[in-house]
């Protein structure tokens, strides 16, 4: 069955930073898109960015721009978030999802298969 765990939240000051890592169990990364999407209490889930198969990465929301980044460790079977400059906006219950549909990865959590159980990102003012 495949399994995904993320890791790495916490609790922060403003401006600092987070790397958060999405572990994967039986499958493959270059397999399968990943994306990372959020949720804060009382808001929809937000899809934040993805990278697909076959590498090309994708920025969904325009706040994180210049901020997150995205890498895979694809030996691992790892995906990392690398958060930067971290405002109190971004906190949230952060998670990783794999969907295996042909194309790019999407912004769409409903086309997201599997999922992980979500890692809390608490960014202090």
């Known amino acids: 069955e495949v399994q995904l765990v993320e890791s790495g939240g916490g609790l922060v000051q403003t401006g600092g930073s987070l790397r958060l890592s999405c572990a994967a169990s039986?499958?493959?990364?270059?397999?399968?898109?990943i994306g990372w999407f959020r949720q804060a209490p009382g808001k929809e889930r937000e899809a934040v960015l993805c990278?697909?198969?076959?590498?090309?990465?994708?920025y969904y929301a325009d706040s994180v721009k210049g901020r997150f980044t995205i890498s895979s460790d694809i030996p691992k079977n790892t995906v990392f978030l690398q958060m930067n400059s971290l405002k109190p906006d971004d906190t949230a219950a952060y998670y990783c999802?794999?969907?295996?549909?042909?194309?790019?990865?999407?912004?769409?959590?409903?086309?997201?298969?599997?999922w992980g159980q979500g890692t809390q990102v608490t960014v202090s003012s």
């Open positions: 999802a794999a969907d295996n549909r042909w194309g790019d990865c999407s912004k769409y959590y409903q086309e997201y298969e599997y």
């Open positions: 990278i697909s198969s076959s590498g090309g990465t994708a």
């Open positions: 039986e499958f493959t990364f270059d397999r399968y898109h």
